[in-house]
């Protein structure tokens, strides 16, 4: 499943945040979700006759706030006409926490992926979770470096690199023994390895097997564990079909799972981390070798307001109004906006670089 646009998945994150922040103080929040493809004017139908049921509300505050929901969607709806493509959400209602006091407010969202539940929920809070599902990480990588005598065991899921096992062989290193015992030292090893790799096989499977989000695996490692690994068999056709890329490492340790993913940039180019580490790197070496690259709040906002931004990018952390107000520059100059993570070193070199804010140029300032 394709990526959603960085802004829109943006949007809908700051949305989600927000609706998950309010309370309602009484059964007031009303939750409605029309799916993609649902007829608009059945739903519009539901509405009036949830609204004629709401009437019997004993609170009559919650019942005047019910019923002034409800009709805020339902004049939305007829607006509308039709179900936009991927479906629309609708939360509304009462938002103020005194006792008594009406502020009701609505927001209508049409989601970038397609929404297949339809809801409608009183309650004091707001349904997010079918949002929440449309921006979470769509695909993971399994990630394996090994060695004869450990094994790191990880997942890269969108920006982050995490690690779930560490195995250790007892395999010993180099042998020394002649004659016979050399020969038998070599056997004892060689089962001990097997063992290893087998050991390693029902670790993955028992991790990744079941996992529906699992894109590919990735395997690294010296010359010739790895290969040996996937010649021994032991790895059940499930996983073996989706290994996408074995990569010559030294490492196997959390270092070595960073080194595998780097040396995979073209097996997963259109993964998250790896189209982040590239807009990154671009940038680094734009602002080493010219000068059409800048970072900082007031030069960024000067090459936005002389349309000569390119690539806008921001973390998430920095103050909302100021992220809006320059996000709202690069739509209107249709600069392309990247959202950079701190959950990896190069994410982490930008923030303490530019304290958040930078820009590849389309020309130089100067």
Request: with cysteine.
């Amino acid at each position: 499943m394709a990526e959603i646009d960085p802004r829109k998945k943006k949007e809908l994150e700051d949305l989600i945040e927000l609706l998950d922040s309010i309370h309602g103080r009484h059964t007031e929040l009303v939750t409605v979700l029309v799916p993609s493809g649902a007829n608009i004017n059945a739903i519009t139908r539901q509405l009036e006759g949830e609204k004629s049921t709401a009437s019997n509300i004993k609170s009559t505050s919650t019942r005047k706030n019910v019923i002034a929901a409800l009709e805020m969607i339902i004049r939305e709806l007829k607006v509308m006409n039709k179900t936009p493509e991927n479906g629309v959400a609708f939360y509304c209602g009462n938002i103020s926490q005194k006792e008594g006091e009406s502020n009701i407010q609505l927001w209508v969202h049409e989601t970038p992926r397609p929404l297949n539940v339809k809801i409608y929920r009183c309650d004091q809070e707001f349904i997010t979770e079918p949002l929440r599902e449309m921006v979470a990480i769509q695909e993971v990588f399994a990630l394996l470096v090994m060695d004869r005598q450990k094994a790191t065991i990880g997942l890269l899921e969108g920006r982050r690199i995490k690690v779930l096992q560490t195995l250790t062989s007892g395999v010993p290193g180099k042998v020394r023994a002649g004659g016979q015992s050399s020969q038998r030292f070599h056997r004892i090893t060689e089962g001990l390895a097997k063992d290893f790799y087998r050991r390693i096989a029902e670790e993955m499977k028992e991790i990744f097997f079941d996992m529906p989000k699992l894109k590919g695996i990735l395997l690294g490692g010296p010359i010739p564990t790895k290969e040996d690994f996937l010649a021994e068999g032991q790895l059940v056709t499930k996983l073996k079909e989706k290994v996408i890329a074995v990569k010559d490492i030294g490492y196997v340790d959390e270092h070595g799972l960073e080194l595998l993913v780097e040396a995979s940039y073209e097996d997963i180019a259109e993964q998250e981390l790896i189209v982040e580490k590239k807009i990154l790197e671009r940038f680094f070496d734009t602002l080493g070798k010219t000068k059409k690259a800048v970072y900082g709040v007031e030069k960024v906002k000067l090459a936005l307001s002389r349309g000569a931004v390119d690539v806008l990018l921001m973390t998430k952390d920095i103050d909302r109004d100021l992220e809006k107000e320059l996000e709202q520059l690069a739509e209107d100059t249709g600069a392309e906006f990247v959202l950079v993570s701190r959950d990896n070193q190069d994410g982490e070199q930008f923030v303490n670089m530019t304290k958040g804010v930078g820009a590849i140029l389309r020309f130089a300032l100067e």
